[in-house]
């Protein structure tokens, strides 16, 4: 079991963030916010596949204006993510947004930030502070001899104590590069020296599946030290495989349980069935399952049974025939083309006697 860091609980819109509440899944949008019924459409695919949380860009007045007709359509928290304009966050929070991203240090004069503060207190809204590696002062860079974690870190208590000062506390705070080491070095910092929630993940990381591998290790990584209250992982991708890939990296981490988990062989020379095509027709079918269970697809039945004794169910293919199992124990033997439709219907009707 992984220890997580205790930091304070904050909230967007109904969802709990922090203090031992489940590690968030957050994207993205990768519409045009201006277009709402692009971006609508996209978030309800995105809610369909798990998503808890979900952010949008606003670059200027019309997506600022666009926001509360998205809100309204959609049932995830959303968060405007905003860049040194201290307008569109007032006009963001108008909207009823459940969370700002935006700088403080970088909106400008401090009466600008305190109007921004105010309106996030009146209608409690918590503010993100997004350092990114690509983006830190000048002074810094020079301070620590280039974007160091250390130059992360002191970034983010910039903006930390310019609310601080406001009484602002409703704090969520990321610290991104898109290098692993750095970022992962970033977060151990910091997490070691405040009790703000973090947002974890690595920028730019790129196509699957180099992207996937940068995310895993980097945000696993940091799950296992007990470091992160909500995760985004971001891919040149749809937006529904970052969320996948989100809630992959918190099963195997062991931080939540939900869905199918499909182990695999990755098959040999003995094996006699079609594994890959197995594997696709056993996950489109049990999709809809949100309870967690492990389901064992394997090619012979050599190791089959007995390397997935675990597994709540499984196949294991033969010649010709195979064998369906359950917790190791052999079920039914039925024909090959049988083994998928079987196994499906095993585990449909247990679902309904399986309550985790």
Not at 26 to 50: C, F, H, P
Not at 133 to 161: F, N, W
Not at 333 to 340: C, Q, S
């Amino acid at each position: 079991m992984i220890e997580r860091r205790k930091t304070r609980r904050i909230y967007v819109g109904d969802v709990s963030i922090g203090d031992g509440a489940p590690v968030r899944v957050q994207s993205m949008t990768k519409t045009d916010t201006r277009n709402v019924k692009a971006t609508v459409r996209q978030i309800k695919t995105l809610e369909k596949a798990g998503c808890e949380i979900i952010r949008v860009a606003v670059p200027d007045e019309a997506a600022a204006k666009a926001l509360g007709e998205i809100k309204k359509m959609i049932k995830i928290p959303l968060i405007a993510d905003i860049h040194f304009n201290y307008k569109l966050a007032l006009e963001a929070i108008n909207q009823g947004v459940d969370g700002l991203r935006i700088n403080p240090g970088n909106i400008g004069a401090k009466w600008k930030v305190r109007e921004v503060v105010n309106a996030a207190k009146d209608k409690r809204i918590p503010i993100r502070i997004g350092v990114n590696a690509g983006s830190l002062p000048k002074d810094l860079i020079e301070k620590y001899g280039g974007c160091t974690p250390q130059a992360m870190v002191e970034a983010a208590e910039r903006h930390i104590e310019i609310l601080e000062e406001l009484d602002f506390h409703d704090i969520k705070v990321s610290l991104k590069a898109s290098d692993v080491m750095k970022t992962v070095e970033a977060y151990r910092a910091f997490s070691n020296k405040y009790d703000y929630p973090l947002h974890v993940g690595i920028t730019e990381t790129g196509p699957v599946p180099e992207g996937v591998v940068k995310s895993s290790i980097g945000i696993g990584l940091l799950l296992l030290e007990g470091i992160g209250d909500t995760i985004r992982v971001s891919l040149t991708d749809s937006p529904q495989v970052e969320v996948n890939v989100a809630y992959e990296i918190l099963r195997v981490t062991g931080l939540r349980q939900f869905g199918v988990d499909i182990i695999s062989c990755p098959t040999c020379g003995r094996c006699e069935v079609n594994i890959k095509k197995m594997v696709k027709e056993v996950k489109k079918a049990l999709s809809y399952i949100k309870q967690p269970i492990q389901v064992a697809i394997m090619g012979c039945s050599v190791n089959g049974p007995g390397e997935a004794k675990e597994a709540d169910f499984g196949i294991a293919g033969g010649r010709r025939q195979g064998i369906v199992f359950a917790k190791g124990k052999i079920i039914k033997t039925v024909k090959e083309n049988k083994l998928v439709d079987t196994l499906v219907e095993e585990i449909r009707k247990s679902i309904g006697t399986m309550h985790h």
